[in-house]
């Protein structure tokens, strides 16, 4: 069983920017894509980035093209999302996910392991 621990969150103003970082233990994130979800208070969980095992892949949700960066240290078995230009729309809980496959998804069906998430909140 792996654990995801996600840190990096905070509260910034809109132009700001934030690197997240995701640590995995008890298991290591060999052959597995990583992912980036958030959900704000009252919606769904929504796909902000994703990136292979590799490194060679990597998806961007619409909204956060241009202002993020996902990247991962295989062998300190962690998972980044810099955020660059953040708006108070990309206030939400941030979690990141461990995919079932090597390859990029971003359908939360393909993550079979969750972090309890970090707190992002952008004030205008």
């Known amino acids: 069983q792996v654990q995801l621990i996600e840190s990096g969150g905070g509260l910034l103003q809109a132009g700001g920017s934030l690197r997240l970082s995701c640590a995995a233990s008890g298991r290591t994130l060999s052959g597995q894509a990583m992912g980036w979800f958030r959900q704000a208070p009252g919606t769904e969980r929504e796909f902000v980035a994703a990136i292979s095992w590799g490194g060679s892949q990597k998806w961007y949700t619409d909204s956060v093209k241009g202002r993020c960066t996902i990247s991962r240290d295989n062998v300190q078995n962690t998972v980044y999302l810099e955020m660059n230009n953040l708006q108070p729309e990309d206030t939400a809980l941030y979690y990141c996910?461990?995919?079932?496959?090597?390859?990029?998804?971003?359908?939360?069906?393909?993550?079979?392991?969750w972090g309890q998430g970090t707190q992002v909140t952008v004030s205008s």
């Open positions: 996910a461990r995919s079932t496959t090597g390859t990029v998804s971003r359908n939360p069906r393909d993550f079979d392991s």
